[in-house]
């Protein structure tokens, strides 16, 4: 298994061969210990794949997949369904692919190369759009975290379903926890984004969407589920 590019004919713009090189200078070796580190912090991913619940069949795009870990742990949750993910990251996909070998499941996960603000699943995937998009803890690190959305609802079927789960405010957890965590998160180029729920209503009121938003673990993260009607 290969990394399959969008820009597989040279066509990458500038833009984006820059976040690929910029994201590959961050996990060309936290890679190596990503999954192990970030399982301590980055709360929710496991409830966001327990209510994905595809139908047998349903086709799943993860936006910024990374290493693989969500797009492993929901195929061997839901074995009928297919997966597919995308990542600026050629790094983090060449660690995805192997996580995907490894558990011996080619058959049913997919990865790409492709920017999250543009990419065509048609012309990757051969698949033009999904029952389910999920993105979790990705839009913290995507300047165009807005773009982001509007594309990912734009690749969704009638009746599809939008999940995320990111960086909340931590209202609620105590000011030095949150000052702290806030600081750490500013090294890495990750920032929670405080204007989500305002962008995903007037997103879901474009598309006459039912939007379901929480913010779980005392505001540390926020969750959405964005439904398109049928």
């Known amino acids: 298994m290969t990394i399959v590019s969008e820009y597989e004919d040279g066509g990458q713009p500038a833009w984006s061969n820059e976040a690929t090189h910029r994201m590959n200078r961050m996990y060309r070796w936290q890679r190596f210990i990503y999954d192990a580190t970030r399982r301590y912090y980055l709360l929710g991913r ?73 990419f065509d699943p048609a012309r990757i995937f051969a698949v033009p759009s999904f029952d389910h998009v999920m993105i979790s803890y990705s839009l913290s690190m995507i300047p165009g975290w807005q773009d982001v959305l509007d594309h990912a609802v734009s690749q969704l079927k009638p009746g599809g379903r939008l ?41 879901a009121e474009r598309h006459h969407a039912n939007l379901d938003f929480n913010r779980p673990f005392r505001g540390y993260a926020q969750s959405a589920v964005l439904t398109l009607p049928t």
């Open 46 to 118: 496991d409830q966001l794949i327990a209510e994905l619940a595809p139908a047998p069949g349903a086709t799943v795009l993860e936006v910024g997949c990374g290493t693989g870990r969500n797009l492993v742990q929901a195929a061997r949750r839901y074995p009928q369904a297919v997966f597919y993910g995308i990542d600026i990251s050629t790094e983090m996909l060449t660690t995805a692919i192997a996580s995907i070998a490894r558990n011996e499941l080619t058959d049913t996960v997919r990865v790409a190369h492709g920017d999250a603000t543009n």
């Open 163 to 203: 999940h995320i789960v990111d960086f909340g405010h931590q209202e609620r957890l105590p000011k030095i926890a949150s000052k702290l965590l806030l600081r750490w998160l500013t090294l890495f180029d990750v920032m929670p984004r405080r204007e989500l729920l305002d962008v995903l209503k007037t997103l």
